[in-house]
């Protein structure tokens, strides 16, 4: 078996060779199987696995042994079943919850390896289930189908192999992106002819990363190269693709989105780790009293017990007072063994129980739109959740519903979509506009609120048709009439799907398209466009046109992108509008929205023809011809007239923004990691109000080199010392921030160093500075990293730097990053911060960040279930996430510390006594208690009250804790239990014991019965302290609980009834006369407490051991009161007072979502993000002139498509390796403008200020001057054109670190400087 | 939860709104305020206080004599005597004077007392077998394990009773005499029976059945006794024989075992029905002879004689009263230092209002 296991290990190490259809040969190499598995167990492994886990807990095994030790008779001081119950106990309670956990383990495995799929067996397609599947196999696949295993795509029923795929679930990419199949595979086409296919696929060993794939197929003689374009990935969602045939090259546990979701660790709270360090120091202070014990044990027999010999003689094996002392210690083993009480860990796992009954009960937290309630998925972690510092977000599913909605609009200057009436404010419940009336073929999933709009349009302003025209005719994508009247949109970007889907409902709909075609029903009319060219997107442009004629023989270019860059293009006389657009877009930024602004230009037929020369002469060259192509395309979109723009909102999910401010108050950070673009995570950013426009200053990282990162970091921490100092004012800050900037030179050392040798030598000695400044600094800042920046910043000698840099700011996001990135940001904070974290996400590419994260929590309700099942929690609203932290997991973690606590306080003070008692036995290990007692204090007579507290208590109702986010932090800073509490517990249980060993002594030693029997005897003695440590431990009970439910009164006062009804029960003849030996304790129960002197002891010990506990509660409360005592103070007063509740908060919780935006508005005009937020890919517009995605039998059309066959892959892999570094060295194509000298810096620059970077501003003030500046985005934007100048305008790698800034101030100064019409004459002058 | 069944609608899965789910239940969220601490406080001291008092007088009121006499008087004899384990089987008798300064009147208890004697030591307190002295007959001959070393005797013939502690019983036995100022020596009579509890009389302690025929010596046929006794058990008392075996009263004082190795227990409870002992025991002088047999020169512990009276409160037991007073002292002063801080420092009533 071995030798099998090795061979198949040695064969995947370096290559896997499947061959198709081929289940013989492929079994040879042992695949894994296409079955997954996630549980642990099955009925057989079940017990011995289950145990064998189980005593590996360092505590399970410690009392097995003490189990065996107390089989030994010389030194067993109590009876075996002490012991065994509770073992027993806490391990079938343990073996319990696991096997309920494995069995929803293996229930939701099973519905992922019963999932049906069609396999290829003997050249019939078989039904068969996903576990099934063997490598090798081909299957069918079918629209909206999730991808079975890694398939090599064979062919597909699109034309040309081609096939559609969401990724989803897989990276987090929203957008579709196109897999082909090898042209020879694709002929295949039939089952009849796939089951005979034999090739030979030899490739890479299975990995985890996800965008790359290298192999060869050899088939019939022949080697054809194999590469990610023809692969499918487990995860994938088939879309717009009827069906597709898939060669089986990954399966199971080997397919990259399981390779990707990392190993499944076993997560311990911090709490759990405390209570382990805790549990040791006890076992060792347990040695140590067993070790004085065993010493006063060898000191009484030498002195005492060898003259006592005569009445007691030693046992057989016994001959010295050193081996007495010897046995003694193990007896004191076992009998202290209870200071780490069995019940301890089966306790906490009840009580996290009960915490996740809560969770999953809460209807607050239930959505009803998707039918989930939240779910604790592991019951492990609850108190966690009240100690976390950083959350780590996913954006798209998490923070967004990822539905585009076309929102408002302007159009010609004019803003439709805004519904306000007179007063001003937003009316709430409008109906949204019935477009079907009049249009049947609009879409009926589409809602718009503003009538004026569709009154524009149907007046017949020329403008608002224009506007739609550009929409319905300028994009990508692709339509499908399933029926009549019926238009499906396979749209690559939902942007782009929106904007179509909106032409539509007003009257110009997108109908279908040839490779040299455009067909739309403009207002029920159907228009056919020639389509002369598509400009296409990329993500320097920003910007996509197309050039039609129309069917009067016009030509005209449409455009749409970002307003920045094609602001800069426009036509003089579109200025007005422009202004005013621009005032618009201000508008729809700082409600976030996604804007595009719309703009058309007319051709003459004499420009077109010059122009498609030039274009042509482009195409075709073989070397730079991107950047060929990119200059024509500039050449082109010039002098346009600005339509409008149009506004989409990325609906966020329900109260993102409050709950993301509410954590923020609550002192948690909020990190957004998203694989979606920079431009859109910012976006994102700005609508859920985690970037503002009132912050310091936001810095971009986008460095593609290690120098660059290191700079661009470097850079940030200055501007934050800078500017915290500037802010503070002040030599003494002056002085500080010098010795921090020194502190976290030297702290930072590494690679470095060198980059610091200035700042080093500049500084004085560092005098012991705090180890971050950074921590400390005012001000709020935002860090924004990109993906390929991150992995630089993620190396080891950098990460601190980065990390560094990131903690300080407000903010961050972290955009464009792998899955695996994700983890590993995840991985350093948690690693360096010693906080608590937390990542929430809903894809399969948020998996194992989730599974890094201390804390995963996963949204669910959505398609993907990756995410959810390797969560800890799940629930279907990014927003549920504030209840969770404040309400469920503070009170989790305050229920936990006060659960510990108790615990802690209860058993040493039961313990213990029996300490004090040796003293005055001869050290001999009798105990205090009868057996029984000490079976079952800690099960039965005081775990319920404790119990309940641990699952009952609340300090203040939960409104209150949304309320004052701040009451969270005494979990953050670990307050509530920590060694020193442990230790104020462990002496008050001291204390108790003390009390509760020598009061009984002091008394009963000399004390008789009133009929004049002592009361001196072993028994009266046993009761009496049994019973007053019973009730000092309700009594302190009593006192911690703060929360006094029905349930706490029945456990309190029942466990007391309790107590004295086994007392009377153990003690009663009944029992005695069944056996005589183990219930010897007849009728001391009633001897002892009907005495009055017993029950003064009682009273008088419980006084004691309460009073000082209630003083120094009292003397904390009024001298140190914590935030939850003067909020529950408040309350208690406002009750008595019947008054309204507090002030302060108020406001935090009620905000919604109408009155933020409003604010938002009337506040300032805010910074422009614009971007052409497509999530766009490029290539599109290739692929549609090329025809290759079009269902066109036309042989002539067919002909043109094979022509450009090879060339549309190749380009976009050339493209993917522009982005690189080292494709830089093509020449220019810009011409050298006065500026660009200067330019580089700022352009560099991780951040640009323009109040404080004014001498270098001076650069961006030309060139701003240059170009119409009305946002900082255009300042940047001009630099990089700069930029670009210099360094040549086919350098992407330059160009895209090239910063944007968001700086509100900013974009006044620059606005202010340049009122009026800018001369844009020059720049057009310039730009040829 | 699984389980959360079949209904179809869209909020089939939405968990129940009942008190106890949403945590909402009506609770009693007390919270320590100083309208509720300082009165509390002052008022434990106060009830302290009283109880202290009132114990303090009740103690003050109750008697009792210490007479030690390991080695006083012509006890010093027997003492040496007892040294030695030769002597063993050798009676000794000697007598103690003693002056008993205040009447004690009411009942007046007898115990006898030693010191340094651990019968708390795990092993001597595990060597019985409660179901030999139930009577059992099987369990009769068949001590337990735990009585070892005395279970069986050398030749193999079972003890009854076994173990330690019955084999350690303490055997001295006292005649108290009072010599009135005026008149003769009177013999101051004792209830010798009624001394243990009543559960252990009646219930714990059982012999084995007997009849008319079957006497408790046959019962007890093939056992021995211990080793350290003068008489087997079924003959401990001669006076009584309804006092024999294991119901005997005086090895059922013994049986249950002190929790402190300086302990007293009861050994006789004065007779009032006659004589000058009516009200109690009067002042004057008093003697007691003692058959000297229990040895505690070895362990070096001592003997004593105990009388004293007893009220509701139990014997005379300074301890519980001045724990009191103590206790109602401090908290005093505690109740005081709280009402300063909270009057000059605390922040009181310091809310979210402020």
């Given amino acids: ?1328 | 939860m699984g389980k959360k069944q079949a209904g179809t609608g869209p909020l089939s899965r939405r968990p129940d709104n009942s008190a106890f789910k949403q945590q909402r239940l009506p609770a009693w969220s007390p919270s320590l305020t100083a309208q509720t601490v300082l009165p509390t406080f002052y008022i434990l001291s106060l009830v302290c206080l009283f109880l202290g008092i009132w114990l303090l007088i009740t103690v003050e009121n109750t008697y009792e004599l210490k007479v030690d006499y390991t080695n006083a008087g012509t006890c010093e004899r027997c003492f040496e005597m007892r040294k030695h384990a030769i002597h063993t089987r050798t009676t000794c008798t000697c007598s103690v004077n003693f002056y008993v300064p205040k009447t004690f009147s009411g009942d007046v208890f007898f115990y006898y007392g030693l010191r340094n004697f651990h019968q708390n030591l795990r092993r001597y307190m595990d060597s019985r077998d409660d179901t030999q002295m139930v009577g059992r007959k099987n369990n009769l001959k068949a001590p337990s394990s735990y009585c070892a070393p005395f279970d069986y005797d050398a030749n193999g013939v079972p003890i009854a009773p076994c173990g330690a502690v019955a084999n350690s019983m303490f055997n001295d036995s006292f005649t108290v005499r009072y010599y009135p100022t005026k008149g003769p020596e009177v013999q101051v009579p004792l209830y010798r029976k009624g001394i243990a509890w009543y559960t252990d009389k009646n219930v714990k302690f059982r012999n084995p059945p007997t009849n008319n025929t079957f006497t408790l010596q046959q019962a007890f046929e093939g056992t021995i006794r211990p080793l350290y006794w003068q008489r087997p058990v079924y003959e401990l008392d001669d006076t009584d024989h309804n006092n024999n075996g294991f119901i005997n009263d005086d090895l059922i004082v013994w049986m249950r075992e002190a929790a402190f190795p300086n302990f007293k227990k009861l050994y006789g409870v004065l007779n009032r029905a006659q004589g000058p002992f009516t009200q109690g025991l009067p002042a004057g002088n008093y003697s007691v002879s003692i058959f000297y047999n229990f040895p505690v020169e070895p362990f070096r512990g001592q003997k004593e004689l105990v009388i004293s009276m007893v009220t509701w409160f139990g014997g005379q037991n300074y301890f519980l009263p001045i724990a009191y007073l103590v206790t109602s002292g401090l908290i005093l002063v505690a109740a005081i230092v709280l009402t300063v801080v909270y009057v000059k420092v605390g922040k009181k009533g310091k809310n979210m209002e402020e």
């Avoid at chain 1, 183990?1078 to 004691?1104: D, E, K, M, R, Y």
Wanted: charged letters at 20%; a neutral charge; proline letters at 4%.
């Fill in chain 1, 1 to 1328: 078996m071995s030798n099998i296991f090795k061979r198949k290990k040695i064969q995947d190490t370096f290559e896997r060779r499947v061959r198709a259809n081929d289940r013989e040969y492929n079994e040879k190499f042992q695949y894994a199987n296409n079955c997954i598995m996630t549980s642990k167990y099955n009925i057989v492994t079940f017990l011995p696995v289950n145990l064998f886990e189980q005593f590996q807990e360092v505590a399970n095994t410690y009392f097995l042994f003490l189990l065996i030790l107390q089989l030994i008779p010389q030194i067993s001081s109590l009876s075996w079943f002490t012991t065994i119950v509770p073992l027993v106990l806490v391990l079938s309670i343990t073996a319990v919850k696991d096997a309920t956990d494995d069995y929803f383990r293996h229930k939701s495995d099973n519905q992922v390896n019963n999932r049906q799929s069609q396999v290829l067996i003997g050249g019939i397609l078989q039904k068969e289930k996903w576990l099934n599947v063997r490598v090798g196999d081909i299957i069918k696949l079918e629209n909206n189908q999730f991808v079975a295993a890694d398939l090599l795509l064979l062919s597909s029923s699109e034309p040309h192999g081609l096939c559609y795929i969401e990724t989803a679930e897989l990276d987090g990419e929203t957008n579709m992106k196109v897999r082909q199949s090898l042209s020879v595979t694709s002929d295949l086409g039939d089952p009849n002819n796939l089951a005979q296919f034999d090739g030979e696929v030899v490739c890479e060993p299975p990995n985890n990363k996800l965008d790359r794939f290298c192999g060869t197929l050899y088939w019939k003689d022949c080697k054809y190269p194999l590469s990610n374009q023809n692969m499918l990935l487990r995860g994938c969602v088939l879309r717009n693709t009827e069906s597709c045939y898939g060669l089986v090259i990954f399966a199971g546990p080997d397919t990259k989105l399981m390779q990707n979701s990392g190993r499944t660790k076993f997560k311990r709270t911090s709490i759990d780790r405390l209570m382990n360090t805790l549990v040791l120091w006890i076992f060792g202070f347990l040695v140590c009293m067993g070790v004085i014990l065993a010493i006063g044990n060898a000191v009484w027999e030498k002195e005492v017990g060898a003259l006592f010999q005569s009445f007691l003689p030693w046992d057989p094996p016994v001959d010295n007072f050193l081996f007495s002392a010897f046995l003694s210690f193990w007896s004191y083993v076992i009998i202290l063994n209870t200071v780490v009480p069995i019940s301890l860990y089966v306790s906490v796992e009840v009580i996290r129980l009960g915490h996740s009954y809560f969770i999953n009960w809460d209807r607050r937290m239930f959505c009803s739109r998707s039918n989930t309630a939240a779910e604790a998925r592991t019951t492990t972690l609850n108190e966690e959740l009240g100690q976390v510092e950083y959350i780590f977000s996913d954006k798209t599913g998490t923070l967004t519903q990822n539905i585009m909605t076309f929102n408002k609009c302007s159009i010609n200057g004019h803003a439709y979509g805004d519904v306000i009436d007179i007063l001003g404010t937003q009316q709430k419940r409008v109906q949204p506009l019935d477009f079907s009336a009049w249009n049947p073929l609009a879409d009926r999933g589409f809602c718009f609120y503003d009538q004026s709009l569709l009154e524009a349009v149907m007046v017949g302003e020329p403008a608002v048709h224009e506007f739609f025209r550009v929409l319905s005719l300028c994009h990508t994508v692709m339509s499908e009439e399933k029926s009549e009247g019926e238009l499906v949109y396979k749209a690559q970007s939902p942007d782009e799907g929106a904007l179509v889907t909106a032409a539509r409902n007003f009257g110009f709909v997108f109908h279908s398209r040839t490779p040299g075609t455009v067909t739309t029903q403009e207002l029920g009319k159907a228009v056919t466009y020639t389509l002369l060219a598509i400009l296409d997107f990329n993500n320097i442009r920003k910007r996509m046109s197309v050039i039609v004629r129309n069917p009067e023989g016009r030509i005209r270019l449409y455009c749409k992108g970002a307003d920045t860059v094609l602001f800069e293009r426009l036509h003089p006389c579109s200025h007005e509008v422009m202004n005013i657009t621009s005032d618009h877009l201000n508008e729809y930024a700082s409600d976030g929205l996604r804007t595009l602004a719309v703009a058309y230009r007319d051709l003459s037929e004499e420009q077109w023809e010059e122009w498609s020369e030039h274009f042509r002469g482009a195409d075709k060259a073989t070397d730079c011809r991107d950047d060929r192509l990119a200059a024509a395309y500039e050449v082109i979109e010039q002098d346009m007239m600005l339509l409008g723009a149009t506004a989409i909102e990325d609906k966020l999910q329900e109260g993102v923004p409050e709950t993301i401010a509410i954590l923020s108050l609550a002192n948690i950070k909020v990190w957004v990691l998203t694989g979606d673009k920079q431009e859109t995570a910012v976006n994102i950013g700005y609508s859920c109000k985690m970037l503002r426009d009132d912050m310091t200053e936001i810095f971009i990282v986008n460095g593609h080199t290690v120098q660059s990162v290191r700079e661009e970091l470097r850079k940030a921490r200055e501007r934050m010392l800078e500017s915290s100092r500037t802010r503070d004012g002040g030599k003494e800050v002056e002085a500080q921030g010098l010795g921090g900037a020194c502190a976290f030179g030297n702290g930072c050392g590494g690679g470095g160093a060198a980059n610091r040798m200035p700042d080093e030598s500049k500084c004085p000695p560092p005098q012991a500075p705090p180890p971050s400044l950074l921590e400390s600094i005012s001000g709020e800042f935002a860090l924004i990293i990109s993906g390929h920046s991150l992995a630089h910043a993620l190396e080891a000698d950098m990460e601190r730097e980065f990390l560094e840099t990131a903690c300080a700011c407000r903010a961050v996001i972290c955009c464009r990053v792998t899955p695996l990135q994700k983890a590993l940001v995840v991985e350093l904070v948690k690693r360096h911060k010693k906080a608590v974290t937390l990542a929430i996400g809903d894809g399969a590419n948020d998996v194992s960040m989730i599974k890094t994260a201390h804390i995963g929590v996963g949204i669910s309700g959505q398609e993907g279930i990756q995410a959810v099942l390797s969560s800890d929690y799940s629930f279907s609203q990014f927003r549920f996430l504030q209840r969770l932290l404040l309400v469920h997991g503070r009170w989790s973690y305050l229920r936990m510390c006060r659960f510990l606590c108790y615990f802690f306080y209860k058993n040493f003070a039961f313990t213990m006594v029996h300490f004090w008692f040796g003293f005055f036995c001869g050290f001999s290990a009798q105990t205090v208690y009868d057996q029984y007692f000490i079976t079952l204090y800690n099960i039965v007579y005081t775990s319920l009250p404790v119990l309940a507290m641990g699952i009952f208590d609340q300090d203040v109702p939960e409104q209150r804790s949304l309320e004052y986010p701040k009451l969270y932090e005494p979990g953050q800073l670990n307050l509530l239990f920590n060694k020193r509490e442990f230790f104020i517990c462990i002496a008050q249980g001291i204390y108790t014991s003390v009390v509760l060993f020598f009061i009984p002594y002091g008394v009963l030693s000399y004390a008789t019965q009133s009929n004049g029997v002592p009361l001196a005897d072993y028994q009266t003695f046993a009761v009496t302290t049994a019973t007053a440590l019973v009730i000092v431990v309700s009594v302190q009970i009593a006192l911690d609980t703060g929360y006094w439910t029905a349930i706490n009164h029945f456990f309190i006062w029942g466990s007391l009834g309790l107590y004295f009804t086994i007392l009377f029960a153990m003690h009663s003849s009944i029992l005695f006369s069944i056996f005589p030996k183990q219930f010897h304790f007849l009728g001391s129960a009633h001897n002892t407490l009907g005495q009055p002197v017993v029950w003064l002891t009682i009273a008088l010990a419980t006084v004691i051991c309460i009073a000082p506990v209630l003083a120094f509660r009292f003397l904390k409360l009024d001298l140190k009161p914590q935030l939850s005592d003067t909020v529950r103070y408040t309350q208690l007063v406002l009750q008595k007072k019947r008054k309204p509740g507090g002030r302060v908060g108020r406001g935090v919780g009620g905000s919604g979502v109408a009155s933020g935006s409003a604010l938002g508005r009337l506040g300032r005009g805010g910074s422009r993000r614009s971007g052409y937020a497509f999530a766009h890919q490029e290539g599109f517009g290739e692929l549609i002139t090329s025809g290759k995605n079009m269902r066109l039998s036309s042989q002539a059309l067919a002909n043109f498509a094979s022509r450009h066959s090879s060339s549309w892959i190749d380009t976009l892999r050339r493209k993917k390796h522009a982005n690189s570094p080292g494709m830089q060295n093509t020449p220019p194509t810009g011409d050298d403008s006065a500026a660009s000298s200067q330019a580089p810096p700022l352009s560099t620059s991780s951040s640009v200020n323009s109040r404080q970077d004014t001498a270098a501003g001076e650069a961006g003030q030309q060139c701003n001057e240059a170009v119409l500046t009305h946002s900082p985005d255009d300042i940047a934007l001009s630099m990089l054109r700069c930029a670009d100048r210099e360094t040549g305008g086919c350098s992407t790698g330059t160009v895209q670190e090239a910063p944007f800034v968001w700086k509100g101030s900013g974009a006044r100064i620059c606005g202010a400087s340049s009122p009026g019409p800018p001369p844009i004459a020059e720049e057009t002058s310039s730009g040829d």
